[in-house]
């Protein structure tokens, strides 16, 4: 019986001898292969990750047993490894290169010095997610204050911010910045950068969050220039397990409980270069001129930001004029106020 043939398409998988077996045996296919040059590392290290948890699973046993069965068929391979590595004299030495697994397998969940110890988030800290707002799926909201709660710095880049959105927040934003942040930590814990696009961000909101100790809202005033679309919630944490939640939730209320929002969870230690990708254009953006330091208490800031919200909010017209609701008595249904929100 033939071997089946590997289906027409496109791949970005490694070549294994299984896989080269059935293209010399399919007459038909015409394979493109690329030499593996740039990058090697860590696509063998992943297709290596696979293969073994694929044999660690098929270990018999079960429960704890199960555990030590593939704790020590790992830590057999990390010894053949080391001995492997310091085998040749052209070859890097094995000591410090190979760490062991402390037996019995244990995971490191937190290491706390003070009382308080925060919740940690429901979905960890190494595993991505996809938050649907749908039936099973842990609540964003819950997860983004277990987030703040045990983040030693917090970078947050929203369209716009509205007061339903900041006291969903309140208390776990004001337990944040009234203890220090990491003792190397440089500049505040908490930076926003938002917008004045389409008139939606609420003056309370960005008064609240600006006043918070640690705290630096940056907002861009000019809402034709700056379109900005992105929502970005970033967790630093000084143990380099920190978090990104990439998608469509603002910091508003309807957005963080009740929307159909569709936000991804990185994580550093899993997505490493794309937590890092987001974390650089974070710092561009936080250093762009277009993003300004708002000060509640700067006459001039409030009205500059009063003066942009208006603007924006009659359509971008810059002239300053009424909204057309003004000329009618128009007042929205308790459903059209939440969607307004």
Known sequence: MSSPALPSGLYDVLLTESLERLLAGDAAARPQVQELTDGAAGVLADSLVRQLATLLEDLPGEGAEAAQRQLTLVNDLLVWLKQRLGAGSDAAPGDGVVDLLAEPPRLLRAVHRTPNTPIPPELGLAAP???????????????????????????????????SGVRKLQDVLQQITARGGDAGAVGPRIRILTTTYTGATEVRALDELARLPGCEVRVSLDGRRTRLHAKAWMFHRATGFGSAYIGSANLTGAALTGGLEWTVKLTQRGQTPIFARAEAHFETLWADSEFQRYDPDDPGHRQALALALRRESVGGTGDGAAPVAGFFDLQPKAYQQDMLE
Request: without cysteine; charged residues 25%; aromatic residues 8%.
């Open 129 to 163: 997610w996809l938050f649907t707002a749908g039936k099973g799926s842990p609540s964003l909201l819950q997860e983004i204050r277990r987030e703040l709660a045990s983040s030693d710095r917090v970078d947050i880049l929203v369209s716009f911010i509205t007061i």
